[in-house]
């Protein structure tokens, strides 16, 4: 009896312990789940319940100089409801829930009001936490919907409404410079025009916040955990609306009238590069004319005769042949094949001023030849002396390089027909905008500018950025020779192949061209061309370069000066009726120190006597129209203004020479 009173001690005991190491081994667990392993259980579970995504940031406008915003980003949002009874209270939303789906109704009248009240109940018979209300609903929207019953409470828990935000880019002047102006593919990361350039600019930076999933996937953002985006900037470009709508009206009229395949126009300030309007447009399969590509950034092209200026440049330079010098005309043998003008008996011997404003073939094929046959390269040196064979470095992606031909160069294929036919625009390559650079530079006396598509960067309205105008080429050929071709330019339309442009009120400096498309091809029917015009005006006085380009027209007009010269003209005509004819009243200048006051006046004083000192132009910008008037007509030029207010822009850049008598125009906002 006492073993087995033993024994069973025994065994109870070990039961005993048994439990005790049980009864530890939980507490021991339980002690290490909490304290030890707790904080990652806990954000595990945390994690099933909550995430951190990114908050977009709000990517920056496009605004055109005149103020317009071409292209902008609008919010839209998902709108859906939590109809939980921890939520909306039964009380809450027995009372109001006729009236919330009367006025859902009014919003979204698809369902009427019986509808929606059904959908609300049987909703919340469900305890969803996320019935659907809306998708795509603009801000506007969201802001009313913010008044209606139960939806209308200030606490955004309460209130049972849910806000899930997306954006939409919008174009506001579509399809203006739509292809100049570009996309941005965030799926890709690819774009294209300036908001492809610009997208690190425009994008900014996107934040963070914190979601809570309630039910079926939907999730619901922790609005007091949040880090704010920072919104992308917004920039300013060069385009010019009331310009642009012009210019792309008088090129859509000029395709149509002349059933053509597709054409670009282009308007360039002279003095900064500006690119103020530009037009692509190709007829689509409705016959219609649509911007569906670049043409002025990425179409490589034969020029054919507005190449013509490159020539006389290189032969004025060269020196042996003058614009006096007699060439002939009609028809000249060039090796084995026979170079003839459009004329093909020709004109005569006329002089090589007269040979370039008829466009003469023969005639500007002769000078070349006479002035380079004995040493080739140097006709391309001079042409890379004007900065042909260099692309520009747009902003703009899809840039095609220039293809001037070397004799030297291997790869080139120079033949022996090659002098001849580079004369007058074959066998080289260049886009429209690197062929309106040049024809700028000699509007520009010579100084070649890149163009410029935008000139300002602003956050928050504040300029944070002001972009410059740059300078290619300080010089493509001496005074005497700019000043020659001008005078050449400017007979194209007086006495040659522009003619039609003479009876303007204002002086327009120009040249056409006719260029051949299809000439290689053999066994064509129908020779197709490509209609040019690139001039710049007033004459007198240059302020804006503009080129028109129209491809295969299939009517019966082909030539530069019938197909092309008729839209530059309307485009000009508008310019200069609204932009350069505008002739502001200024205060008599005898009595106008006088009115000066205080310090301002000191300040003007001091910046005369110094500009007179180094006999260079002062910068004007940032002074009001009074202030810049006096001290510039001071100084001895004749100022014209553009605008009021105060000066942004001066068309003789600061630290010039300053030559008495000389107009200087002063543009204002």
Same mark, same amino acid.
């Given at each position: 009896?006492?073993?087995?009173?033993?024994?069973?001690?025994?065994?109870?005991?070990?039961?005993?312990?048994?439990?005790?190491?049980?009864?530890?081994?939980?507490?021991?667990?339980?002690?290490?789940?909490?304290?030890?392993?707790?904080?990652?259980?806990?954000?595990?579970?945390?994690?099933?319940?909550?995430?951190?995504?990114?908050?977009?940031?709000?990517?920056?406008?496009?605004?055109?100089?005149?103020?317009?915003?071409?292209?902008?980003?609008?919010?839209?949002? &998902? #709108?859906?409801?939590?109809?939980?009874? =921890?939520? %909306?209270?039964?009380?809450?939303?027995? /009372? @109001?829930?006729?009236? !919330?789906?009367?006025?859902?109704?009014?919003?979204?009248?698809?369902?009427?009001?019986?509808?929606?009240?059904?959908?609300?109940?049987?909703?919340?018979?469900?305890?969803?936490?996320?019935?659907?209300?809306?998708?795509?609903?603009?801000?506007?929207?969201?802001?009313?919907?913010?008044?209606?019953?139960?939806?209308?409470?200030?606490?955004?828990?309460?209130?049972?409404?849910?806000?899930?935000?997306?954006?939409?880019?919008?174009?506001?002047?579509?399809?203006?410079?739509?292809? &100049? #102006?570009?996309?941005?593919?965030?799926? =890709?990361? %690819?774009?294209?025009?300036?908001?492809? /350039? @610009?997208?690190?600019? !425009?994008?900014?930076?996107?934040?963070?916040?914190?979601?809570?999933?309630?039910?079926?996937?939907?999730?619901?953002?922790?609005?007091?955990?949040?880090?704010?985006?920072?919104?992308?900037?917004?920039?300013?470009?060069?385009?010019?609306?009331?310009?642009?709508?012009?210019?792309?009206?008088?090129?859509?009229?000029?395709?149509?009238?002349?059933?053509?395949?597709?054409?670009?126009?282009?308007?360039?300030?002279?003095?900064?590069?500006?690119?103020?309007?530009?037009?692509?447009?190709?007829?689509?399969?409705?016959?219609?004319?649509?911007? %569906?590509?670049?043409?002025?950034?990425?179409?490589?092209?034969?020029?054919?005769?507005?190449?013509?200026?490159?020539?006389?440049?290189?032969?004025?330079?060269?020196?042996?042949?003058?614009?006096?010098?007699?060439?002939?005309?009609?028809?000249?043998?060039?090796?084995?094949?026979?170079?003839?003008?459009?004329?093909?008996?020709?004109?005569?011997?006329?002089?090589?001023?007269?040979?370039?404003?008829?466009?003469?073939?023969?005639?500007?094929?002769?000078?070349?030849?006479?002035?380079?046959?004995?040493?080739?390269?140097?006709?391309?040196?001079?042409?890379?002396?004007?900065?042909?064979?260099?692309?520009?470095?747009?902003?703009?992606?899809?840039?095609?390089?220039?293809?001037?031909?070397?004799?030297?160069?291997?790869?080139?294929?120079?033949?022996?027909?090659?002098?001849?036919?580079?004369?007058?625009?074959?066998?080289?390559?260049?886009?429209?905008?690197?062929?309106?650079?040049?024809?700028?530079?000699?509007?520009?006396?010579?100084?070649?500018?890149?163009?410029?598509?935008?000139?300002?960067?602003?956050?928050?309205?504040?300029?944070?950025?002001?972009?410059?105008?740059?300078?290619?080429?300080?010089?493509?050929?001496?005074?005497?020779?700019?000043?020659?071709?001008?005078?050449?330019?400017?007979?194209?339309?007086?006495?040659?192949?522009?003619?039609?442009?003479?009876?303007?009120?204002?002086?327009?400096?120009?040249?056409?061209?006719?260029?051949?498309?299809?000439?290689?091809?053999?066994?064509?029917?129908?020779?197709?061309?490509?209609?040019?015009?690139?001039?710049?005006?007033?004459?007198?006085?240059?302020?804006?370069?503009?080129?028109?380009?129209?491809?295969?027209?299939?009517?019966?007009?082909?030539?530069?000066?019938?197909?092309?010269?008729?839209?530059?003209?309307?485009?000009?005509?508008?310019?200069?009726?609204?932009?350069?004819?505008?002739?502001?009243?200024?205060?008599?200048?005898?009595?106008?120190?006088?009115?000066?006051?205080?310090?301002?006046?000191?300040?003007?004083?001091?910046?005369?006597?110094?500009?007179?000192?180094?006999?260079?132009?002062?910068?004007?910008?940032?002074?009001?129209?009074?202030?810049?008037?006096?001290?510039?007509?001071?100084?001895?030029?004749?100022?014209?203004?553009?605008?009021?207010?105060?000066?942004?822009?001066?068309?003789?850049?600061?630290?010039?020479?300053?030559?008495?008598?000389?107009?200087?125009?002063?543009?204002?906002?």
């Amino acid at each position: 009896m006492k073993e087995l009173k033993k024994d069973m001690k025994w065994r109870v005991n070990l039961v005993y312990i048994c439990i005790l190491f049980v009864a530890f081994t939980i507490v021991f667990q339980m002690a290490r789940l909490i304290f030890i392993d707790g904080h990652k259980w806990r954000a595990r579970a945390e994690n099933q319940t909550t995430r951190h995504v990114d908050v977009e940031a709000k990517r920056g406008n496009i605004y055109s100089t005149d103020g317009s915003i071409l292209v902008m980003t609008m919010p839209i949002f &998902t #709108i859906r409801m939590d109809l939980h009874h =921890s939520v %909306v209270s039964q009380d809450t939303f027995n /009372f @109001y829930v006729k009236a !919330l789906a009367d006025s859902l109704a009014n919003m979204f009248p698809q369902k009427s009001a019986t509808v929606w009240q059904k959908n609300l109940r049987e909703a919340r018979a469900k305890n969803s936490r996320a019935f659907m209300i809306e998708k795509n609903v603009r801000y506007v929207e969201l802001k009313r919907l913010q008044t209606f019953p139960i939806l209308n409470n200030k606490s955004k828990y309460k209130s049972g409404l849910i806000v899930e935000e997306s954006s939409r880019r919008i174009r506001l002047h579509s399809p203006l410079a739509e292809r &100049t #102006i570009g996309y941005f593919n965030k799926e =890709s990361g %690819v774009g294209v025009g300036l908001e492809g /350039f @610009y997208n690190d600019i !425009l994008k900014g930076h996107s934040g963070k916040r914190v979601e809570r999933k309630v039910a079926n996937g939907v999730w619901r953002p922790i609005f007091s955990d949040q880090q704010e985006p920072e919104n992308g900037k917004d920039i300013v470009t060069t385009i010019d609306t009331r310009i642009q709508d012009v210019a792309h009206a008088a090129l859509t009229r000029s395709l149509e009238r002349n059933r053509a395949s597709h054409g670009t126009a282009i308007l360039m300030e002279v003095s900064t590069g500006k690119i103020r309007a530009i037009v692509n447009l190709k007829r689509g399969q409705d016959s219609a004319y649509h911007e %569906v590509e670049n043409f002025a950034v990425n179409e490589s092209v034969e020029p054919g005769s507005t190449f013509k200026l490159a020539s006389l440049i290189a032969i004025l330079e060269e020196g042996k042949i003058d614009t006096g010098t007699s060439v002939p005309t009609g028809q000249m043998q060039v090796g084995s094949h026979s170079l003839r003008d459009t004329r093909e008996e020709g004109y005569g011997e006329i002089s090589l001023k007269h040979a370039f404003e008829l466009s003469s073939n023969v005639g500007i094929a002769y000078a070349v030849r006479e002035s380079f046959s004995k040493n080739e390269k140097k006709y391309t040196d001079y042409l890379y002396k004007m900065r042909l064979h260099q692309p520009l470095g747009l902003e703009i992606s899809g840039e095609r390089n220039p293809k001037i031909k070397n004799p030297k160069d291997h790869k080139d294929e120079w033949w022996g027909t090659s002098l001849a036919w580079m004369s007058m625009g074959y066998e080289v390559q260049l886009t429209p905008l690197q062929q309106l650079a040049f024809y700028n530079a000699v509007a520009n006396n010579g100084r070649m500018m890149k163009p410029m598509f935008v000139e300002e960067i602003r956050s928050g309205g504040q300029v944070v950025r002001r972009i410059e105008p740059t300078v290619l080429e300080s010089r493509i050929a001496s005074d005497k020779t700019i000043r020659k071709v001008r005078g050449c330019l400017e007979g194209v339309v007086q006495n040659g192949t522009a003619k039609s442009l003479s009876r303007s009120p204002y002086k327009i400096a120009g040249k056409t061209g006719t260029a051949q498309i299809n000439y290689k091809e053999k066994g064509v029917e129908k020779t197709r061309y490509r209609a040019s015009f690139i001039g710049y005006f007033p004459a007198d006085n240059p302020q804006y370069t503009c080129l028109i380009i129209v491809t295969d027209p299939s009517g019966f007009r082909r030539y530069g000066g019938e197909v092309a010269a008729p839209a530059f003209k309307e485009i000009a005509d508008k310019v200069y009726a609204t932009l350069l004819n505008m002739e502001v009243e200024l205060p008599d200048l005898e009595n106008f120190e006088s009115l000066q006051v205080g310090a301002n006046m000191e300040k003007i004083d001091q910046i005369k006597h110094a500009s007179r000192s180094s006999k260079t132009t002062p910068s004007v910008r940032g002074m009001t129209a009074r202030d810049a008037v006096y001290l510039l007509e001071s100084l001895g030029y004749k100022v014209m203004l553009n605008g009021r207010g105060i000066v942004r822009e001066q068309s003789i850049d600061a630290g010039s020479s300053i030559i008495p008598g000389q107009q200087i125009w002063l543009r204002l906002s």
